[in-house]
Every structure is written in structure tokens, then in C-alpha cells.
């Protein structure tokens, strides 16, 4: 099972960028996959979320309208499309799957059974 992140950079305060997490070695449908995030010094915490039971999705109060979660279930792939990014948005990204029945908008760490490696944005101002 593997979850590979891909898409981090060094950008400017107001820019964009895509991040990817390419799902292998389980079905993608039946599980709940989140974005999360760990800035330096901070706790690691949820950004954005699909729920598996009907693939509605969350975004945390932090990034509403900024960010958008979508998936390629053909490609197995999830996406975290970043707008308007800030200082504050820096941090290294992770995406996380896990098989549990709640929402995944509280974003329960210990739900999520598999993570990616990370993948490091950096906004400056």
C-alpha cells in the first residue's frame, strides 16, 4: 500500500499550486482520504477531506475557499487544487487513508492507517 505525494514547491504569497497523492495497492472508493498538514514547531492538522460512504468532502475553516479536494478515481489519484496561498500556508503536506465510518472532517489522526511521505510547500511573502 502506498500513497505518494508529489506537486510541493516555493511559491509567492497570492499563487497556486496542485498537489498530488497517487493512491496504490487498495481500492480507492473504500476509503476516506484527507489532506494534512505540519508546519514547523506545530501539530500536524487536517486541511481537506473526501468522506468514502457518499465522496463528500471537507475543507477546514483555515483554507474554505482557498482550497479544493477532488479525485481521478481512474487514475486513483487525489488532488488538492491551492489558491490565494499565504505565509501561513507553509507547511508539509501529507495525504492520509483510512476505512472508518465517521466523518473524516474531524480529521482523527489515529483513523487514518496510511500516509504519504509529505511533500513541502513554502509561500513566501
Known amino acids: 500500500v502506498q500513497l505518494v505525494e508529489s506537486g510541493g514547491r516555493s511559491v509567492q504569497a497570492g499563487g497556486s499550486l496542485r498537489l498530488s497523492c497517487a493512491v496504490r495497492g487498495f481500492t480507492f472508493d473504500d476509503y476516506n482520504i484527507a489532506w494534512f498538514r505540519q508546519a514547523p514547531g506545530k501539530e500536524r492538522e487536517g486541511v481537506s477531506c473526501?468522506?468514502?460512504?457518499?465522496?463528500?468532502?471537507h475543507a477546514a475553516n483555515s483554507v474554505k475557499g482557498r482550497f479544493t479536494i477532488s479525485s481521478d478515481n481512474a487514475k486513483n489519484t487525489v488532488y488538492l487544487q491551492m489558491s490565494d496561498l499565504k505565509p501561513e500556508d507553509t507547511a508539509v503536506y501529507y495525504c492520509a487513508a483510512g476505512r472508518f465510518s465517521s466523518s473524516c472532517s474531524n480529521y482523527v489522526i489515529d483513523e487514518y492507517y496510511y500516509w504519504g511521505q509529505g511533500t513541502q510547500v513554502t509561500v513566501s511573502s
Open positions: 473526501i468522506n468514502s460512504i457518499d465522496r463528500s468532502t
